[in-house]
T-cell receptor, first 116, second 114 residues
Framework: DQQVKQNSPSLSVQEGRISILNCDYTNSMFDYFLWYKKYPAEGPTFLISISSIKDKNEDGRFTVFLNKSAKHLSLHIVPSQPGDSAVYFCAAFQTPSGGGADGLTFGKGTHLIIQP | DARVTQTPRHKVTEMGQEVTMRCQPILGHNTVFWYRQTMMQGLELLAYFRNRAPLDDSGMPKDRFSAEMPDATLATLKIQPSEPRDSAVYFC????????????FGQGTRLTVV
């Protein structure tokens, strides 16, 4: 049973346009969400995160939106650049009572392709 | 340049052989995770440790997999005996409990069991 779902295995976007990657989750106990980016033959690298007390977090070209009632989050990249071509993983977890890092539940990823 | 180091990067082995994957977490990080990536399942959490103590290994097949942290600078994941279905990329990640919850990943070990 997938608790974090990324329903689009791939997405193709023209350079300069907005890329929107979507993620849905089923576990209402999740209170922290992250996006990771992965290039071939490399490990995932952290991109941006959002706590459940917020509905938006922005970092340069990257913005993550969280809709708790819909259990949905999205990652917006604008403008999209060729270097953004990668697999993007959505991840979530429930903050342990003691705080700190805990095991992440990942979606299966969306392969973003930026076309020139 | 702080990073998680995994060895080997690639491993091809015959079915039934023992496989050991190693991970050196970022210095000062006290939480270590093992993930497995497959096409079908995506990234799955196998096990994780905090302060070298195993916290959760429910994602790991217990009969053939074992994870240990002999010391704070080394985490190991062993498969014995290995099977073709174990073929995957295995990632180690480390984090800290200083408040920020991001996990830093190594480059992974690509395991092929033939």
């Amino acid at each position: 049973d997938q608790q974090v779902k990324q329903n689009s295995p791939s997405l193709s976007v023209q350079e300069g346009r907005i890329s929107i990657l979507n993620c849905d989750y089923t576990n209402s106990m999740f209170d922290y969400f992250l996006w990771y980016k992965k290039y071939p033959a490399e490990g995932p690298t952290f991109l941006i995160s959002i706590s459940s007390i917020k509905d938006k977090n922005e970092d340069g070209r990257f913005t993550v939106f969280l809709n708790k009632s819909a259990k949905h989050l999205s990652l917006h990249i604008v403008p999209s650049q060729p270097g953004d071509s990668a697999v993007y993983f959505c991840a979530a977890f429930q903050t342990p009572s003691g705080g700190g890092a805990d095991g992440l539940t990942f979606g299966k990823g969306t392969h973003l392709i930026i076309q020139p | 340049d702080a990073r998680v180091t995994q060895t080997p990067r690639h491993k091809v082995t015959e079915m039934g052989q023992e496989v050991t994957m190693r991970c050196q977490p970022i210095l000062g990080h006290n939480t270590v995770f093992w993930y497995r990536q497959t096409m079908m399942q995506g990234l799955e959490l196998l096990a994780y440790f905090r302060n070298r103590a195993p916290l959760d290994d429910s994602g790991m097949p217990k009969d053939r997999f074992s994870a240990e942290m002999p010391d704070a600078t080394l985490a190991t994941l062993k498969i014995q005996p290995s099977e073709p279905r174990d073929s995957a990329v295995y990632f180690c990640a480390s984090g800290s409990d200083t408040g920020y919850t991001e996990a830093f990943f190594g480059q992974g070990t690509r395991l092929t069991v033939v």
